[in-house]
């Protein structure tokens, strides 16, 4: 059985199935509940007597990605930064000029770190993002199952263009790895 409003609980199951004891001691008032994406259906042991506490909810492991931008255009820029939510400041900067050289916006893109996502699986990501476009911005970047890709070497999947290449910080110290870079981000 699935149920979608919690407050039905209370129609189908004693109290001391579905209540939390802090719950028991007040009177419960009317509380607007939104409805839940997913409902686990409580498990009713044989002795249901015992069961003195509350099922707990079931939270499922699949990730969320956090990402910066609205992925309008599924352009996805994968990077990794250890201590920043998303990418550095001035890394952000640089990357909208060369958005802006393309013609797109930061709401055009995803700008996804994953180190905050480590392990993970290009399967993943192409599964919940969809990205038609896709740029890998360092070794520290690129997730796993993606293959040998060859650096500022454009490849084009089944469903997304691929360009694996310098990170920042390696492109802001060198004027050669920022030319290589543009050079192949202009053919994506």
Do not use: C
Not at 78 to 96: D, G, M, R, S, T
Not at 98 to 106: P, T
Not at 115 to 121: E, L, V
Not at 130 to 151: R, S, T
Request: no cysteine; glycine share 2%; proline share 8%.
């Amino acid at each position: 059985m699935k149920v979608d409003n919690p407050s039905a609980f209370r129609f189908i199951m004693p109290d001391e199935l579905y209540l939390l004891p802090e719950d028991k001691v007040a009177k419960p008032s009317p509380i607007a509940v939104e409805p839940v994406a997913t409902a686990a259906e409580p498990v009713i042991a044989p002795q249901a007597a015992a069961v003195t506490e509350a099922p707990q909810a079931i939270k499922t492991t699949e990730p969320e990605f956090n990402y910066l931008g609205k992925n309008n255009k599924r352009f996805l820029i994968l990077v990794n930064y250890q201590n920043e939510e998303f990418i550095a400041a001035p890394h952000l900067a640089a990357l909208e000029n060369i958005l802006k050289r393309k013609e797109l916006a930061l709401d055009d893109v995803a700008i996804m770190n994953v180190n905050k996502y480590q392990p993970i699986t290009i399967a993943k990501i192409a599964e919940l993002l969809k990205p038609e476009k896709m740029v890998i911005m360092g070794k520290d970047a690129l997730p796993q199952g993606i293959g040998n890709l060859v650096l500022n070497t454009p490849v084009q999947g089944r469903k997304t263009s691929v360009l694996y290449s310098f990170s920042f910080d390696e492109m802001m110290s060198s004027n050669e790895n920022k030319k290589a870079f543009w050079d192949q981000m202009k053919t994506i």
